[in-house]
């Protein structure tokens, strides 16, 4: 459970121990906190104490008499029980009420632990992209390179702006080990803003990475950056990898096990957010091998336009009506709170699978959850895959569809031709699998 707990761990941790009185199932049991997030709680399991997984239990704050949770116990170890919050969070106000709550002492030491991280973390990129930098390379050897970019408090995450003066112009962030390969997640100084406004900026961070790196086999290209690089006039041959054949696949895989789950078992029909996309315009051909009718939704469209497959029907529409009875969505807008604008043309009891670049904020799905319409992440999964440290908002053990192509292609070179069956039934043989996940509040 230990593996479990670390895995789904989803907020920053306070660190604190309050009092609190558990109520279930006719019991009173009282008991401390060992942490608090805004969406759980971690505490100290009293002795002779047994409740399962999946059980759901009152909470109640000893020293904040107004406030109570309702809570599901979603693990169990010898000495804790971990809780999630049942359509609960904790606002900021909440939380910093129950940090002044506890001693003086407590609150000091969280505190410390959490600047120690954040530090140290820091300390340990500006160490690996200078005086380290030669040595991360020789150690990892790599064989493919994930480049990436991020946001200016993604960056935040690992440097600061006087470390960013001393670094390279593209940083290496992460291992990145799948079976016996090996390779090394690379970012841009450049912010996500920046690469999509300045194509020369583009073409700064493609050519600085294949000096970086000229001996690795595959270089994937994350989210919309193969939109910039294309934009940029650059063509995108090898070792440059545009990843669509892997985030096809992962959507394929993961709306063939929504249709799967017993309240949408009756669904003959699923809706693309973003059909007239890059990718958005291929999901939906392929997504008419599980359905009978696809909806390719996007304002781009200025009428209605119906394609028979030998599969299934395509419609590509911009009509808000098109969407009210439906209960299955892939989410591929170019941004991922722009789904808020289409919420009150969701049915209640919706699914959005969510694969936008930046993803859905936690604000948004909280919003969406008020209409009772669910999100969940796309991701896709081996069971021998890892990467180190995590980034922001994944698990480190889920992998981006866009870096699957590269990994299968590593595999099977010749499999990647634009064939997208061949290349599914590949990925699968291979050991790929799509997930869908509660996202990282973050």
């Not at 359905?291 to 028979?308: C, K, L, M, S």
């Not at 922001?392 to 990994?407: K, M, Q, S």
Request: charged share 25%.
């Amino acid at each position: 459970m230990r593996m479990v707990h670390g895995e789904y761990r989803r907020h920053l941790r306070s660190g604190i121990r309050v009092p609190v009185v558990l109520k279930y199932a006719n019991h009173v049991i009282e008991t401390t906190t060992l942490d608090v997030s805004a969406s759980g709680l971690r505490l100290k399991r009293p002795e002779r104490v047994y409740i399962r997984p999946g059980e759901t239990t009152d909470v109640e704050f000893r020293d904040m008499a107004d406030m109570n949770v309702a809570a599901t116990v979603a693990y169990t170890g010898k000495s804790h029980i971990g809780l999630q919050f049942y359509r609960r969070r904790f606002s900021d106000n909440e939380l910093s009420d129950l940090y002044d709550v506890a001693p003086s002492w407590q609150r000091l030491i969280a505190k410390s632990k959490r600047a120690l991280w954040k530090n140290s973390r820091r300390f340990a990129v500006f160490l690996a992209n200078t005086y380290l930098r030669s040595l991360v390379h020789a150690l990892a050897r790599p064989r493919f390179v994930f480049a990436v970019y991020g946001n200016q408090q993604q960056a935040g995450s690992y440097f600061t702006p006087a470390m960013a003066r001393r670094m390279p112009p593209n940083l290496v962030l992460g291992f990145i080990r799948n079976q016996d390969m090996r390779g090394l997640l690379v970012a841009s100084q450049f912010m996500e803003h920046e690469l999509e406004g300045d194509s020369d900026k583009v073409r700064q961070y493609l050519d600085q990475l294949q000096r970086d790196y000229p001996d690795v086999e595959r270089i994937a290209l994350v989210g919309r950056l193969p939109n910039f690089v294309m934009k940029a006039g650059i063509e995108i041959a090898e070792p440059l990898v545009e990843g669509s054949l892997g985030t096809r696949y992962m959507i394929w895989d993961v709306a063939r096990q929504m249709r799967e789950r017993p309240q949408y078992c009756q669904q003959t029909s699923i809706v693309v957010l973003g059909g007239a996309g890059r990718i958005g315009n291929a999901v939906c051909q392929d997504l008419t091998s599980l359905f009978d009718r696809v909806i390719g939704f996007d304002p781009r469209y200025e009428d209605d336009r119906e394609i028979t497959t030998d599969r299934g029907t395509v419609l590509q529409t911009s009509s808000l009506a098109r969407l009210h009875d439906e209960k299955l969505f892939i989410g591929l807008t170019h941004h991922g709170d722009a789904i808020l604008e289409l919420q009150h043309h969701m049915a209640p009891g919706a699914l959005i699978a969510d694969d936008t670049h930046p993803c859905i904020t936690l604000a948004a799905r909280e919003q969406l959850q008020e209409k009772q319409i669910a999100v969940e992440k796309v991701v896709l999964s081996h069971e021998e895959f890892l990467m180190w440290p995590r980034m922001p908002a994944w698990n480190n053990r889920d992998i981006p569809g866009c870096l699957v192509e590269a990994l299968v292609l590593l595999r099977q070179p010749g499999v990647g031709n634009g064939d997208f069956t061949a290349f599914r039934e590949e990925a699968e043989f291979l050991g790929f699998t799509g997930r869908l996940v509660r996202p990282l509040d973050e």
